[in-house]
Structure formats: C-alpha cells, structure tokens
C-alpha cells in the first residue's frame, strides 16, 4: 500500500507516542534501582549496585521468589493437565450441555479476582483447608485453566481431523494417536499457553490475597508490602527490574512459537 | 425412487467366493443419533420420514466387491459415496446394516482392528513426521521389527517412486508426490483392501492422468482390493473392473464400465456417465417406434447429408445444427431434433478441419445410428 508522506509521518509519530507511553516507566524503574539515594529524587545522583546486593541478602525475597516459583510452576502444570483435558471433551465429543461447559470454563477469566478470591476463600474456610501455598495454587489454577483451554481449543479447531483418522486406519489405538499424532499437533498450542498461564501466575494479586494463609508470601504479595515501607523502596525497584527482565523471555519465547507456529501450519 | 433401485447386485465370480468387501443393507443417518434411526432401514427419501435435522446419507446399500477387484463408486458429491467408504473404514458407525470383510463381521469395530487402509482425499500426512516415518507408522504401531521395517517402508517408496525422499517432511513435496506417501504409507501395511477416496482430486489434470495409469499398475502389481471413491466418470471407466454409480444414497447400478455406459439402467445413470443423450415420449416414438425413454451415445451418431437414406438397421432423425463446440481431437455437434428435443453428437476430426467444423452451425442434417444403439433406459 501507498501512503502520502503526511501519514507516513503521522503514524510514526503515533508509534513512537505509544511506544514510549508503554515504556518509559519502565525505564525510569530501571535509572531508580542503579541510583545511590534512597529516595526517589531526580535526577539520579549517581551509580550503584549496591541495591542489588541489598536484594540480594534479603532472605524474605528469595522465599517470596521462590514461593512464586513453586506455584506458577504448579499451578501451569494444573492447568495444561486440566485444560487440555477439556478442550479436547469439549471440541472432539458432543454430549448434552456441552455449550454451557465451555461458557462456565471461560468465565472465570471474565469474574473478578475479588470475587474468585472472595470465593475461594469461603470455600477453603467452610471445608477447613489450612491456607499455604496449595490454596494459592488452586486459585491460580482457576484462570490459568482457561488460558490452556483457550490455547488447546483454538488449536483443535485449526487441526485436520483427517490424521488422527489416518493414524486409526494404520492401526494406532486411541491413546497412540494422542501420544503420537494429537499431542505433537498440540505442542506450540501448550507451551504458549503454559508460559502465559506462568506469567499470569507468576504476577498474580488479587486472589493471591485472599487465598495465601498468614505465612506465605509470593514475590507480588512482598512487593506490595515493602512499596509501603520508604526505605525499601530501592530494594524493590531492584526486585521490579529483575522481573521485567526475566518475564521478557517467556513472552518473547511464547510469541516466536505462536508465530512461528502459525507459518508452519498454513503449509 | 422404487424399492428395486438398491437391489443386491450381485454377479458372476463376487457370489462364488468369499467376498473381499460385502454391505449389506447398509444405511447411515447423520443428526441426532438417538431417535428411532437404527429401525427406519432402507426408509424412503430424505424429506419424508427423517426429521428435519437428520440427513439421510446412505439409504439402503447392498454390495459385493470381489477379491482382487479395481471397484470404483461413482456419484456425485452428496451421493453418499464417501460416507459408504468412511463406513468400510470405520470411521462412521453405520445406522443399519452390516459390513463383512472376508466374511468377517466388522461393523462394530474401530479403524484399528480392521484389516484396511485408507488413502485421504486431503493426504492426511503427519506433518511432524519425515516421510519415511510417515510411510514407517503402520508398521511402528503394529510393532513390526526395525530391519524388516526399514525393508518394507524402501519397498513402499520404490513402488511410488519416492527412492530419496525419506528424510524430507510431507511440507517440502508437492501435491502428487504427497499423494505418493499417502499411497506408500497405506500400501505398506500390505492391507486386503486399499479404500481410495477421491485420492487424485487435488491433482491437475496431467498428474492425474499419470497417477490413473500409475495407480491401476499398482493395484494389478500387488493384487489388493482397491475400492475407489470418485465423482470424475472418465477416472472410474478407465481404472475399474466394475463400478456402482450412486445417487441419493442409492446404487442405481453396478457392472463393468461397458456395462454402465453402453446399457445405463437409469436415467440418472445414463445422463450421468457421459453425455446424457435421452429421447423419450413422442419423441421417442416418432424416432424410435416405441414409448419409454431411449438412450444414444453421441460419438454412435453419424451426421449426413438431409437426402440420405438410412440403412435397414438404422434409426434416424432430422434436425438443425443449434451449436458447435470444437475440441481438438473430436467436435460436439448439438443438434435440435425436428421432432422436439436435441441430442449431442460428436464426431473425431479425421477429415475436417476446425474452419469447416464451425461452419456447420446452422445446417441441416440427418442424424443416423444403429438401431441396437438407442437403449431403453428405466425410470428410476
């Protein structure tokens, strides 16, 4: 297509806009953690690490890290088992109510965080679960099940059914065809869709909230404890860093294979 | 539609041996399952006793398909064709009716406890997997030992002529060399019966005609079953050793491809392996001297003079050249009868020349052809 030099230079200029509107806090975070002062003052009075190694020897943040690792990893194990599961019951049979099945296994990414922690927590509280981490990992699971699911679906309805008939015909029971046709189809679908339900996981808050007991603590729940708390505020500009950089790779991991994936499927 | 239209077409050498495929009374309703559907065998048409969500694709089929046979089935699309193959195959549960294999009941059982294979319309390649791995899966699956494995799979590959093509994926080939893999991975199983469906659709029309010849010499080489889905007429008259033409989920007739084209049982059969070339009330009576439909092959017609005069044994007509359609080797010459109606004549152009072909429009001519070749045709 052709554009006029006037919208030419009219849509860099909105890029540049929306780029730098999506980034610039970002860098600030970043010029803050390498500063010297505690507070925040601008400009930056000079260059240290020394927050790092702050961070670092904190014993509550590497829990908290740690503790977000568990349930991301967790609750994404969860929700590929769970949500493939369904996609597939779902997309492959027919059976009464199936309609309402998929729209209440998409709903919760639509309901509030306050209303599925609110929610949770009562449940948990009624049959006497102990808070801790395995509450947390059911709470995430709620959501991160609907990623899967959405991710499994859209791949099911993309992929020939003609293969999976292919593989019967040649003599593969049910299970070999999944294992040997059905899941290597689905691969990029559950690794894009693991790495976003992680991500989500993994910055989770709001239900967080409400289904960690006392005792635990994620990386977000630290975070939004210690923003109240000045003088720890490098420390976790510090932490805010360090996870910006390290979400960036499942993100850019999960949009090379979605992409990369859509090529080779359109042959 | 009359009851006799599904009769068991049985003949000669298919009803002394054990049939390699036998249907019997075989019906398939797609919609909702549950209704009452597995007691309606054979029911009437679609609109009447089906309700309005359930589409009655196979209406009642009876076959027999002879050891070693090239068979084709041949319809239009929505004849029920596919669905019949699908059944064979397993992957559609038939309403009613049963499918014997060798004598062997299989209508309950799953694709993979039957003794066939199948070639895709689409190929159905695994797209994650080399060709040879591809060709390798049946044999993997059934747990075929590696040494003899790799034999066969170079085996299958030479047949189809794809030495060297192993380790590419079914991305990197094209169209017909994909058909070859798909053929190579069902061939290698060494199946009693290879289901074919529509396996040359997708190819251009000089790949298919290779792939025709291709394919037939395959079949004879190895000795299998081939039962062959097509809607191409000319792909079924030149490969099959017998076909059933289908049409509303019906045969309408089984034979040879002389059978079906020179002694078409049916209007729809007639008009649809070639070119349907019907004379039928006071037409038919006028030309022929008798009432029923009648049908004539238009390369049985000779086009001459007005004042000729036909021989003892021949029928003959007046009529005016409407159109001219010149292609190549022959010329099909439409032709409005004096007597109402028009037939299609086509004549090879041994003599003629394209100019003078054209320069027919509009003349007069006496059509002329053997008596034995107008055929009562049946009404459905």
């Known amino acids: ?267 | 539609m009359t009851p006799e239209a599904s009769r068991p077409p049985t003949r000669g050498e298919a009803s002394s041996a054990v049939a390699a495929v036998r249907l019997e009374g075989l019906v398939k309703r797609f919609g909702d399952a549950g209704t009452g559907a597995g007691a309606g065998t054979g029911a009437g048409d679609t609109s009447g006793s089906a309700s309005a969500d359930t589409v009655l694709a196979v209406a009642g089929i009876d076959l027999d398909i002879a050891d070693g046979e090239f068979f084709s089935m041949l319809g239009p699309s929505g004849s029920g064709k596919t669905t019949t193959l699908r059944m064979i195959a397993g992957f559609e549960l038939p309403t009613a009716g049963r499918i014997l294999l060798h004598g062997e009941d299989v209508t309950d059982r799953p694709p993979f406890e039957r003794d066939v294979n199948t070639v895709f319309q689409d190929y159905a390649l695994f797209p994650h997997m080399s060709v040879a791995d591809n060709v390798a899966y049946g044999l993997v699956v059934r747990k075929v030992p590696g040494p003899e494995r790799q034999a066969r799979v170079a085996d299958a590959l030479r047949m189809v002529r794809l030495e060297g093509y192993d380790r590419r994926r079914p991305g990197q080939l094209s169209g017909g060399q994909r058909q070859r893999v798909a053929l190579a991975r069902a061939l290698v199983n060494r199946p009693r019966v290879l289901l074919l469906d529509e396996p040359l659709g997708a190819l251009d029309l000089k790949l298919r005609e290779e792939m025709q010849i291709e394919l037939k010499a395959i079949q004879q080489a190895v000795g299998i079953t081939f039962v062959y889905v097509t809607h191409d007429q000319q792909e079924a008259l030149t490969m099959s050793d017998r076909l059933a033409v289908f049409n509303r989920g019906r045969i309408e007739q089984v034979g040879t491809p002389a059978d079906v084209y020179e002694r078409p049982a049916t209007r729809f059969v007639a008009g649809f392996v070639g070119t349907s070339n019907l004379l039928s009330g006071e037409t038919a009576r006028a030309i022929v001297g008798g009432s029923g439909t009648f049908t004539v092959r238009p390369e049985k017609i000779r086009l001459a003079e007005p004042d000729s005069q036909p021989a003892p044994d021949e029928a003959s007509a007046m009529g005016t050249i409407r159109e001219v359609v010149y292609l190549g080797p022959d010329t099909r010459y439409i032709v409005a009868l004096d007597a109402g109606g028009e037939l299609v004549v086509t004549q090879q152009n041994i003599a003629t020349s394209s100019m003078e072909a054209l320069s027919a429009k509009g003349r007069t001519v006496r059509l002329t052809w053997k008596r034995q070749h107008n055929l009562p045709v049946g009404e459905e």
């Open chain 1, 1 to 267: 297509m052709v554009e006029s030099r006037a919208v030419r230079i009219a849509l860099r200029v909105v890029s540049v806009f929306v780029m730098t509107f999506l980034y610039l806090p970002l860098v600030i975070l970043a010029i803050y953690a390498f500063n010297p002062s505690r507070l925040l003052v601008w400009p930056p009075t000079g260059f240290t690490l020394g927050w790092f190694a702050e961070a670092a020897n904190n014993p509550a943040i590497s829990v908290a890290v740690v503790n977000s690792l568990i349930v991301g990893a967790l609750a994404t194990v969860l929700a590929l088992i769970l949500g493939t599961l369904a996609a597939i019951a779902v997309h492959r049979y027919s059976f009464f109510g199936r309609q309402t099945i998929s729209f209440f296994l998409v709903l919760p990414i639509a309901l509030p965080g306050v209303v599925t922690g609110i929610a949770l927590r009562t449940s948990f509280v009624t049959f006497g679960i102990d808070f801790g981490l395995f509450t947390i990992v059911v709470g995430h699971a709620t959501f991160c099940v609907v990623i899967v699911y959405n991710n499994v679906v859209a791949r099911l309805r993309r992929l020939p059914r003609s293969p999976e008939e292919a593989s019967a015909d040649l003599g593969a029971d049910m299970w070999t065809t999944f294992r040997r046709i059905t899941f290597p189809g689905l691969g990029t679908a559950l690794l894009s869709g693991g790495l976003l339900a992680f991500a989500l996981s993994f910055d989770e808050i709001i239900v967080t909230n409400f289904t960690a007991g006392a005792g635990t603590q994620t990386i977000p729940m630290w975070i939004l404890a210690a923003i109240q708390r000045p003088t720890e505020l490098p420390v976790v500009n510090v932490v805010a860093l360090v996870l910006v950089t390290f979400s960036i790779i499942p993100v850019y991991l999960a949009q090379r294979i979605s992409g990369g994936a859509a090529a080779g499927v359109s042959r």
